[in-house]
T-cell receptor, first 113, second 114 residues
Framework: EPEVTQTPSHQVTQMGQEVILRCVPI?????FYWYRQILGQKVEFLVS????????KSEIFDDQFSVERPDGSNFTLKIRSTKLEDSAMYFC???????????FGPGTRLTVT | AQSVTQLGSHVSVSEGALVLLRCNYS??????LFWYVQYPNQGLQLLLK??????LVKGINGFEAEFKKSETSFHLTKPSAHMSDAAEYFC????????????FGGGTRLMVKP
């Protein structure tokens, strides 16, 4: 069964460093998302991406964040200068159509020290 | 704007007992509703979804949920709990807009006692 994959599973970085989290959505999916879950808190929407552009973003997704689909398979989330409060589990998700369910990847645990 | 409230951050049941996890939503548009399960150190797995078809929705692992518009609820039930059901459960809502992001509730941790 096709699945969303994410790499790395765990990333440790120092405050102020740039990180890139990678996702490979399911191949025929058209809508892509990033969410995050700070330890012990709810899952929060960051950004949605369709047709090579951002379709919606939350207040969390400020100028420090960017997303890219550099080729036909990868979907990346970049944090330019990480802060301690960026420590969280980051989930990538994709869906084939506008009303279909979102399939989630296993997540990348980002720890900022 | 959309929001989801899950009553009870922790629910404990005995093995074989009824599972009832509560979810109430707020949405300015006809909602699509979802239940996801998260096992320890894993991602989110879809249990079931409501997308304006039948109001009683059956999902995987014996779970089902009923959409009640008048009560703005989408409670998750399972007649008989198994030890393997112990996990965190998230209710989520989305609309039919271009972004169509999911808005999640705070989650309910289900514990199953032997």
């Amino acid at each position: 069964e096709p699945e969303v994959t994410q790499t790395p599973s765990h990333q440790v970085t120092q405050m102020g460093q740039e990180v890139i989290l990678r996702c490979v959505p399911i191949s025929n999916h058209l809508y892509f998302y990033w969410y995050r879950q700070i330890l012990g808190q709810k899952v929060e929407f960051l950004v949605s991406f369709y047709n090579n552009e951002i379709s919606e973003k939350s207040e969390i997704f400020d100028d420090q964040f960017s997303v890219e689909r550099p080729d036909g398979s990868n979907f990346t989330l970049k944090i330019r200068s990480t802060k301690l409060e960026d420590s969280a589990m980051y989930f990538c998700a994709s869906r084939v159509g506008l009303v279909s369910e979102q399939y989630f990847g296993p997540g990348t645990r980002l720890t900022v020290t | 704007a959309q929001s989801v409230t899950q009553l009870g951050s922790h629910v404990s049941v005995s093995e074989g007992a009824l599972v009832l996890l509560r979810c109430n939503y707020s949405s300015s548009v006809p909602p699509y509703l979802f239940w996801y399960v998260q096992y320890p150190n894993q991602g989110l797995q879809l249990l079931l979804k409501y997308t304006s078809a039948a109001t009683l929705v059956k999902g995987i692992n014996g779970f089902e949920a009923e959409f009640k518009k008048s009560e703005t609820s989408f409670h998750l039930t399972k007649p008989s709990a198994h030890m393997s059901d112990a996990a965190e459960y998230f209710c989520a809502v989305s609309g039919a807009n271009a972004g169509n992001m999911l808005t999640f509730g705070g989650g309910t941790r289900l514990m199953v006692k032997p």
